[in-house]
């Protein structure tokens, strides 16, 4: 039997009367299955869709798409199709369907990018897509390359073309669901007016040639908005596009710690949406950087499950209508596929982590809820090996940040912590949240050592927990956790010990895990 939590009334009195009434049970205690602590957790939306990116253009697709391979044959496009499909993906988008004038459909004025002896990969992509009902939305880019210049009359030109040739082959395609305008500019500090006619331009001959199609667009620069701007809400208000997906920003690490102001930032859009009537999309960057962040010579990565499970909480939280991703190509992989195209070993992890949650797995379930801060313990107690370590059980979580004074610092070296219960009490499970912050050195202990006592003098050996570990952390700050679960234990004193290679930030031990 997997780990199960205890049910707890809200009320402190039945708290106390149920951990009592388990002790005496011994492991026949109330409890709750994985698919019952699912159900508790407030929801977090999944990830929906994700971007597909056809060809190569620089170092950032070492992983995505790999240089000098194949990458227009059909039959890697459509085993791609099938695995997102199993992850529960809706929504695919065209990142391009055009680069360096050369197409990857059968155009009429740009010679083709692939065999034309096969069947072409913007095809292969919509009619495998079309098998298991997902939306597709196709790109009007890029007339030249990922530089496009709207601005530049010759490029607006050649996009007006491409929609229009576009329109002509699949726009009756049951896949076809709408299209996405790579007009990716800043909303820093307010959207441009020229963004906003280019935008426009381009949805006007889009919906003239495909009435009811959607229109969405992924600008960036939320952390650099001016929300306070009197003509910020009014710049958006102009766009006529159906859907803006928000790009995050959390893997390009706009701030040191980009999750806080994450939150108040998605807030404010949700609050401005209100008003616009165009649906408010998250685009969460699943990745982080190999080398450098945002530098065309440094590859995209997987970021750790951790972070990205917080960028879903954030979205979530917020009240956007859909998430999305940039992205899962090479970044999120199924280890069973034939076609592995990302960074070997931890794109695997990340897609292993990423469809566990999705399963309702327990550990990641108390993840979720801990940073929603509807984690509590079902036992009071008190720290009484150290009166730094007390706020350790006051119920209070700290954030991705270092500076948050609700981190409880533990420097290098050997450390124990001594809880006191009052009383015998079964104890089922621990739950214990650290940071993960390799540019200041800040990281969870490898080992953590779980000993119990009912009189505070002899200590039995109760379990060994390895702390998780991703090595992708030259950039991120995230929140790990350490479960030690089905204990079927029953002590009064509880004694923690780890070695700290580096300092360890840690906010909250959770004693017989609830979700409130």
Known sequence: MKFKVLILALAAAWS????VAAG???NTGIRLNEEEISRKASVVKPISGTWINLPYKDVRNKYTNPKNFEHTDPALWEAKVREWAEMGMEYLVFMEVANE???YYPSQIMPWMYDKKRKSPVDAILDEAAKYEMKVFMSTGWAKDQDDNLLDPAIKKRQLQIVEELASL???HKAFYGWYLPVEDCLCPILSDHAVQSVNSLVGKARSLTPGKKTLISPYGIGLSDFDHP???KQLAKLKVDIIAYQDEVGCVRDPFTIPRLKKNWARLRTIHNHLGIEMWANCETFTWEKQSNDRESALIPAA???LLSQQVAASDAGVDCIISFMFQGIVEDPKSPYQLGQPVWSNRLYNDYMAWKRGNTYWKLCEAALQEHLVSANEGEIISDAGHKPLLDGMVAEENSRDERWVTFEPGHHVI??????PVFIDN???????????????????????SDDQMTYHLKAVKDAPFFPNNRHDAWIDAVLFDELGMKSRYLKIEFDASQKVLMDEIFVNTVID
Do not use: M
Not at 16 to 19: D, G, M
Not at 418 to 423: A, E, G, N, S, T
């Open 16 to 19: 106390a009367e149920i951990s």
């Open 24 to 26: 005496a049970r011994g």
């Open 101 to 103: 004038g050369k197409s």
């Open 170 to 172: 699949y726009g009756n």
């Open 231 to 233: 003509e910020y809400e």
């Open 305 to 307: 499950y951790s972070r």
């Open 418 to 423: 001594v809880i006191d219960l009052k009383r």
């Open 430 to 452: 621990l739950f214990i949240r650290t940071l993960n912050y390799g540019l200041e050195e800040i990281g969870t202990p490898f080992k953590l050592y779980l000993y119990g």
